[in-house]
C-alpha cells in the first residue's frame, strides 16, 4: 500500500512541477541580460573588447564562485550582450551577485591572462526584479579614481506555460453496472508521455446512482494536462465507483483505480480539440475494447460531452512587481519593560558594541531583502509599550525617529539609527498591545487596494500578548487589505498566542467571522540561533522561513481581488539579436 502512494506521490509530482514528499516547488527562473555603456577605451588602436563575468555568492562561505560568461564583442565600449544568465530566483533570499568586465587580449579562458579590468558592480537579484521594468543601471567600479562607466541589467522571468484550464464535462446513457441500481460514475484523466506511457493529471469526483451524470467544473494547469504540447493524446477512463473499491475522496489512493471499480470504457482527446469548446466535436463515445469484442452490436458504452472550456493566464508574483507593484515595509519593535533594562548585558535590547541584539539582528534580515522592492526605501519604524518624554504617556504605536507627522527612516541603517536613539530617550513599560500597530499599517493598506503596493509589517517582540481579542480582531479586518504580518519572537518566553495568530493549523477568526487569508507568519528566534555563532547564515535561515509565505499571500490578494498586473515595458534587445544561455 505504501508503495503504491509513493508511486502516485511521484505521479503528481510529474504533473504539477511539484514534490509532495519534500513539498519542494521548482524555482522561479529569471533570465539576466547585460549591457553596458560608455566602458574604460584600454586598447590603443581600437576600443576595448568586453566580455561579462557573473560570479554567485554562497549563503555560508560567502565566497564568489563563478556562473558564467556572457560572449566577447569586439571592439565597443558600449556592448549588448547577447548571451543570457539564467538564474534561480528566490524572493525569501539575499541572492547577492557580482558583475566584472574585462577586455579580452588572448583566447585563454584564464582571467588573469586577460591583462585589462574594465570594472564590476555588485547588487541582488531582488535588486534587480525590483527596480522599475525590473531594470537595473549602475555605475561599475573597481578601478580608483576612473570613472568605469555603467551596466545595465535586466531581468525577464522565463514562463513554462502558466495557463489553466477550466472544463466540465457531463455523460449520457452510461452502462449500467450496479446490481441494485445505477452506475456511480467518475472519469479518470491521463496525460501521454514521450515514451507512450501515461501519468495520471486529475479524477473527477463520483455523481452517485446515475447513468447521465453531470461532473462539477475543474481547474487544471494545462502543462499537468499536456506539458504545453496541445497536440498530445490526452486519455480519459470511466468508471463505476464501488463502495468496496478505495475511498472516493480526493486522496492520493484514488489516483490508481482500484480493481474493484467497474470499468466502463474510456475514449481519447487533446488540449488543441477541448480547446474548441462546446460543439460536435467535443462529444466523445466511451469504448470499452473488451465488450466491442465480444458482442458483434456493440454500439458503445455511453457518450461523454464537454459542457464548457475556458482558460485563463495565472500571473505570477514577479508579473506584479515587473509591473510596478511597490512592497513597503514597515517595523514595529516591542518597548515593553519585560525586555529588560537595555543598560544591562541580560537586556533583550542590551547595545553591545560589538554585536547586534536580537531586535537588530531580525530587523536586519527581514529588512534587507524586503527593500529590494520598495523604490524610495523609506521605511516608517514604530514602537509599542513604552512611556515618552515629556509627560510619561504610554504609547502603543509611536514612531521610532520621535516625528509623529513622519514616521519615515531612510533605508535599513536608518530603522536601527532611530531604534538605538529610542532606546535612550523612551521608558520601557507595557502592556504589550498589537493592534495599535496592525491598525497603522491597515490604515495605509486601506487607502491604495489597486494592486500599486501591497505592505509587509514585521512585528519584533519578546512575548506575550494583551490584546488577543483586538489583535485577532485587527489580522480579520487586515486579511481583506493587501498587507501580510511577520513575528519575529525573541528571548524565552511561551509563544502559544503567537502560533494562534500565524493560522496555518486553524484559520484565524474574530466575532466569528474567519479571515479571508492567512497573513501571519511567526518564527521564534531562538530556533535560529546557531550555536557556533554563523550569525550570518542562521539570519539568512530566519528569513528565508519568514518571507517563504509572501509571495503566495499577496497573490492570495490580487486573485481574490481580481487585480491584474500592469503590463511592463518589453525587454530592450538590440536589432539582429538572437538569445543564447549561460546556465548552469
Known sequence: MEGDVMDKLEDMSSVYDFDPITGNIPATKVEITVSCRNLLDKDTFSKSDPLCVLYTQGVETKQWREFGRTEVIDNTLNPDFVRKYILDYFFEEKQNLRFDLYDVDSKSPDLSKHKDFLGQAFCTLGEIVGSP?????????????????????????????????????????????????????????????????????????????????????FTIPVRALCNGDYDRTIKVEVYDWDRDGRCSHWCFSTFIPSPSHDFIGDFT??????????????????????????????????????????????????DYIKGGTQINFTVAIDFTASNGNPSQSTSLHYMNPYQLNAYAMALKAVGEIIQDYDSDKMFPALGFGAKLPPDGRVSHEFPLNGNMENPYCNGIEGILEAYHQSLKTVQLYGPTNFAPVVNHVARYAAAVQDGSQYFVLLIITDGVISDMAQTKEAIVNGAKLPMSIIIVGVGQAEFDAMVELDGDDIRISSRGKLAERDIVQFVPFRDYMDRTGNHVLSMARLAKDVLAEIPDQFISYMKSRGIKPNPAPPPYTPPGHTHHHTQI
Open 133 to 217: 521594468a525590473s531594470r537595473l543601471e549602475k555605475p561599475l567600479g573597481g578601478i580608483p579614481g576612473k570613472k568605469c562607466g555603467t551596466i545595465i541589467l535586466s531581468a525577464e522571468e522565463l514562463s513554462n506555460c502558466r495557463d489553466s484550464a477550466t472544463m466540465q464535462f457531463c455523460a449520457n446513457k452510461l452502462d449500467k453496472k450496479d446490481f441494485f441500481g445505477k452506475s456511480d460514475p467518475f472519469m479518470v484523466f491521463y496525460r501521454s508521455n514521450e515514451d507512450g506511457t501515461f501519468t495520471i493529471c486529475h479524477k473527477t469526483e463520483v455523481v452517485k446512482n446515475t447513468l447521465n451524470p453531470v461532473w462539477q467544473p
Open 269 to 318: 482527446t487533446s488540449y488543441r480539440e477541448l480547446a474548441r469548446g462546446q460543439s460536435q466535436f467535443n462529444v466523445y463515445e466511451v469504448i470499452n475494447t473488451k465488450k466491442k469484442m465480444k458482442k458483434k452490436k456493440y454500439v458503445n458504452s455511453g457518450t461523454v460531452t464537454l459542457l464548457s472550456f475556458s482558460v485563463e493566464s495565472e500571473f505570477t508574483f514577479l
